[in-house]
């Protein structure tokens, strides 16, 4: 199973971006896809979370202004961030727990991208 995310860059406070990520190999569903992030010298912390029926979960730092979707057919999840803001500066990396029929399912995760927010 393969991650592949874009989107990222930089981008002025206030300012938006949108991120995207798709699982490509071979498996028999994809259950939960989300985004996590990174800043230098900080652990990494979730951002928001999709479950396949749609449920959403979010950082309270990114409520309001981060609004994650998918597409099941295309086992693809984006992350539309608006109103940005200088702390939203991170690597930002996408996840996919893909179910299997012939074992465990098991949790990927993309490469990451960097998404910096400065004037």
């Known amino acids: 199973v393969q991650l592949q995310a874009s989107g990222g860059g930089l981008v002025q406070p206030g300012g938006s971006l949108r991120l995207s990520c798709v699982a490509s190999g071979r498996f028999f569903s994809i259950n939960g896809m989300g985004w996590y992030r990174q800043a230098p010298g900080k652990q990494r912390e979730l951002v928001a979370i999709i479950n396949r029926g749609g449920m959403t979960n979010y950082a309270d730092s990114v409520k309001g202004r981060f609004a994650i979707s998918r597409d099941n057919a295309k086992n693809t999840v984006t992350l539309q961030m608006n109103s940005l803001k200088p702390e939203d500066t991170a690597v930002y990396s996408c996840?996919?727990?893909?179910?299997?029929?012939?074992?465990?399912?098991?949790?990927?995760w993309g490469q990451g991208t960097q998404v910096t927010v400065s004037s």
């Open positions: 996840y996919a727990a893909a179910e299997f029929t012939t074992r465990p399912s098991s949790v990927y």
